[in-house]
RNA sequence: GCCGCUGUGGUGGAAUAGGUAGACACAAGGGACUUAAAAUCCCUCGGGAGCAAUCCUGUGCCGGUUCAAGUCCGGCCAGCGGUACCA
């Protein structure tokens, strides 16, 4: 008998098709456990291979968490919205809808042929009015929470997309998506206070099991610095705050530099008026990337006829504009502190600024020192002598005191941008009435729908192609009932991502998000698993939607991810990301055809460590076919009554093969924990081994049983049909987990390596857990050892417990 | 620049808590079977010396700690990812 695997995969998948043995209950008495991988983008290429190692790993422990009886909810769906399909439409003149609609009918059909354990009834589609109408409530409770608002602010603008970009999106200067240059631009937009939320997105991240690399990235990204906050007055008598961190080196503060954008410069009479401008225009042009990518050489301009004064000294200080310090982060200017500070260092060593050491214990002649650990403070008559913490603590005080400053935290997260000047996007469901300003649309009138249009290209202006539906913009203002125009920005791509995985819970759901009672069954997620590039925007973003959600009563969990974890990225046979201008893209479906989805599936998880980037090899594919192949061949040749268990007796629960009883338990034991800890890699490679022990010697149907209910998360089609063929009771999938006894893990004997001076020189079988005695005695006997120690003084012994022993000789 | 991660055979990668480096595979070479090929099965496989037993050497580089370092510490170098000159 051949192993037919395509015709053995659509057996399988046809069962599960119509058995739908893998759904959820939303009524289950056992205990849940909620498994999610990030729902794709359905792009026009289809399912990348790329997709195939989180579904895959996750479907692994789908099925894993099944065996030991959980109600699993392991759901898929789409991430519909977005550009690619809207660039698609302006070229192809087809409705986004439609192309959607179909990418997503392919992809449904590839993961099908992957065999993955989703439950297919929960499938949800962002772009699915029944779903962005809850992604628009979503926002109007925002709203009513003061947590949406509009705001004038300087964005990015994509020169290319004619739409705005959140700062998060902008990658190297050019527009994440598109890679056009992206500019800056003042425009009114949609905006969410994620800031609001900042401390708990920090403090929460305590309570969850995530990767220590992704607590950090989130950590740094909503970045917490606690300083202070002083108030420089001027000769003219206004007063600029700067925020510091360095409150302590108040007396070193020799001048002041604000962001070429701040406004007190349009409302000074300055002298130099023409060089700040030509400074200001020059600043605008850059990107954020350009003002940054200026490491090497500071450039500024001092505002003439203008200075500031020093709080503590009382001296004035001139002031400079450059373009180091962004108008978006803290005040948008700051004391400029040259001994100690790096970067006013350098400036003023530039401009001839007087530097002074308010530190000891550095060089401020040579490098500014900026040791705040161990210095302590001078030429500073209020806190000379204090380390620098006391000095903190002393001058915030002090400042407080004299009502020149307080003690201020200050966050690097920035409130999200929120609208987009786009077609293929929620619409936002608000309208701007000339009286009341902006209103929300009454929850009755959700879905707002999106509108059907000729023409998906931006407007010249900017204003997304909605701009241009005049039927559609007019409308009366839900509270005065007077005219009032709809608003045309449409929501991010993050938006529907955002709550997704509270839909999962209850898909169909048409009078809220999701019940209250699947909720409350089925959050928080309990392990969710996405790539490393999404933690600082799509999983901060749903941490404060959901936050937010608590907050209304419509979660009970503060923090929807229980447990977060990362995959690596598959990278092209040339070690190059894989991408379509480099064709180096693997189809999942050429590999399926040639090599079945089971061997596919069981590559991309021993293809390497799961959390580090991987090449695909094609060579290296044909050795898990072969495994497969092997599996296959073992268990057919041993169908018949070879061995001493009868076929009807070996049905129930037999015991393995004294021969390979301490190789099973061993192989269940790892791969158990294997799955758990992400070793997906060497989890099949204990599985070869078992089978190559099973091919020295033979197995009987109790090790055949085991090995197929170890194989059955990774190769789940070849596991069942051989599962069949030896007529074991049901299926494979719904096993009990098998259990392994520790005791039975080890032998009897084992074989511990022997060191003369720490170089390993001989080995020796001894019983297991012998004393050190035996251990020594039998070392010290061993022939090969003997001519390493002849004639010399053994110094000392050391003896790890069934492992090793080294011989200290003189 | 800053932050994070990673450097192990020809290749992908193994190596609980510092304890036999290279598991498991791929590729390559040799052999068996075959008219032949494929498939399958068996053997070899870090480098150097040696007929061999065996010895030396070896986890990016330089030091250190230790009886013992791929693993810990200090200092470098390279690659990848993130990035906001964040005061």
């Known amino acids: 008998m051949k192993y037919d695997f395509t015709k053995i995969e659509n057996k399988w998948q046809e069962k599960w098709e119509t058995e739908k043995p893998f759904a959820a209950l939303n009524d289950s008495d056992k205990e849940k456990y909620y498994v999610l991988i990030e729902f794709p983008y359905p792009s026009g290429d289809g399912l990348h291979v790329g997709h195939a190692r989180p579904f895959t790993a996750m479907d692994v422990v789908a099925r894993k968490r099944r065996m030991e009886n959980y109600n699993v909810l392991y759901p898929m769906g789409f991430d519909a919205f977005g550009l690619p399909a809207e660039n698609y439409a302006i070229v192809n003149k087809i409705h986004p809808a439609v192309i959607t609609s179909e990418r997503i009918k392919l992809f449904t059909r590839q993961l099908k042929r992957l065999g993955y354990s989703f439950d297919w009834d929960r499938c949800v589609d962002t772009t699915d009015p029944d779903y962005y109408k809850w992604t628009q409530w979503i926002f109007l409770k925002f709203f009513e929470k003061d947590l949406a608002y509009k705001a004038l602010i300087p964005v990015n603008w994509c020169t290319s997309c004619h739409c705005v970009l959140a700062n998060e999106e902008v990658v190297d200067g050019v527009c994440e998506r598109c890679g056009s240059e992206v500019v800056r631009r003042e425009k009114s937009q949609w905006m969410l206070r994620i800031t609001k939320y900042a401390q708990r997105l920090i403090d929460d991240l305590d309570d969850v099991d995530y990767v220590e690399r992704v607590k950090i990235q989130q950590r740094n990204w909503v970045g917490r610095s606690d300083g202070a906050e002083i108030h420089f007055k001027t000769t003219t008598g206004d007063e600029i705050n700067v925020f510091t961190t360095r409150q302590d080196t108040l007396y070193g503060a020799t001048y002041m530099v604000i ?412 791969v158990g ?49 051989l599962w069949e063929l030896q007529r074991f009771d049901g299926c494979a999938s719904e096993q009990e987990w098998p259990k392994y006894d520790e005791s039975k893990t080890v032998d009897s004997n084992v074989v511990i390596a022997v060191q003369v001076m720490g170089k390993l020189r001989s080995t020796i079988n001894v019983p297991l857990d012998s004393t050190d005695e035996t251990v020594i005695d039998a070392a010290t006997s061993d022939e090969k050892i003997a001519r390493y120690i002849e004639g010399k003084e053994i110094m000392r012994k050391i003896v790890v417990k069934n492992k090793l022993i080294n011989l200290i000789v003189k």
């Not at 800890?677 to 049983?705: E, G």
């Open 259 to 670: 962001s070429p954008e701040h406004a007190l410069l349009q409302k000074w009479d300055v002298e130099n008026l023409e060089e700040i401008q030509a400074y200001q225009l020059a600043s605008s042009k850059k990107s954020d990337f350009e003002r940054t990518e200026l490491v090497k050489e500071k450039t500024g301009v001092e505002v003439k006829g203008v200075r500031a004064i020093n709080p503590v000294t009382n001296k004035e200080i001139p002031i400079f504009i450059s373009d180091y310090v962004l108008a978006t982060y803290g005040t948008g200017a700051i004391m400029a502190v040259p001994g100690h500070d790096a970067r006013d260092w350098e400036f003023a060593k530039k401009f001839g600024l007087p530097i002074i050491e308010v530190v000891s214990g550095g060089d401020v002649k040579k490098e500014a020192y900026t040791d705040c650990e161990t210095g302590t403070m001078v030429n500073s008559p209020l806190i000379d002598g204090l380390t620098v913490g006391e000095a903190k603590e002393k001058i915030s005080n002090w400042l407080v005191e004299q009502k020149l400053g307080e003690e201020k935290i200050n966050y690097k997260l920035r409130d999200w941008v929120f609208s987009r000047q786009r077609y293929w996007g929620e619409p936002i469901p608000i309208v701007h009435c000339d009286t009341c300003g902006f209103v929300a649309i009454p929850e009755s009138e959700l879905p707002l729908i999106l509108p059907d249009i000729e023409n998906y290209q931006t407007t010249e202006t900017g204003e997304s192609p909605l701009a241009a539906l005049t039927d559609w913009i007019n409308t009366t203002c839900p509270k005065c009932n007077g005219p009032a125009q709809r608003e045309t920005d449409t929501m991010p791509q993050w938006a529907g991502s955002s709550w997704y995985y509270l839909r999962y819970a209850d898909p169909k759901n048409n009078n809220a998000l999701a019940s209250k009672e699947a909720l409350d069954y089925w959050t928080p997620v309990d392990w969710y698993n996405g790539g490393m590039e999404h933690t600082t925007l799509h999983l901060l973003y749903s941490r404060f939607w959901h936050k937010f959600l608590y907050d209304i009563g419509v979660v009970n969990t503060s923090e929807p991810y229980a447990k977060r974890t990362s995959q690596g990225m598959i990278l092209g046979e040339d070690g190059q990301k894989m991408s379509k201008s480099r064709g180096n893209v693997l189809n999942p479906d050429d590999i399926i055809a040639e090599y079945g989805a089971d061997t596919l599936r069981l590559y991309i998880m021993f293809i390497g460590d799961f959390e580090k980037t991987a090449p695909w090899s094609q060579t290296s594919v044909k050795g898990c076919k072969r495994f497969l192949d092997r599996v296959w061949n073992l268990t057919i040749a041993n169908l018949g009554n070879n061995d001493a268990i009868s076929p009807e007796a070996s049905l129930d629960d037999a015991s393995f093969s004294s021969e390979h009883e301490t190789a099973v338990h061993r192989t269940i034991k790892k």
């Open 673 to 721: 924990s294997d799955i758990e800890n992400l070793k997906f890699n060497t989890a099949i490679a204990s599985l070869m081994s078992l089978v190559n022990d099973f091919y020295n010697k033979a197995p009987n149907r109790a090790d055949i049983k085991a090995l197929l209910m170890l194989l059955s998360p990774f190769a789940p089609h070849i596991s069942e049909e």
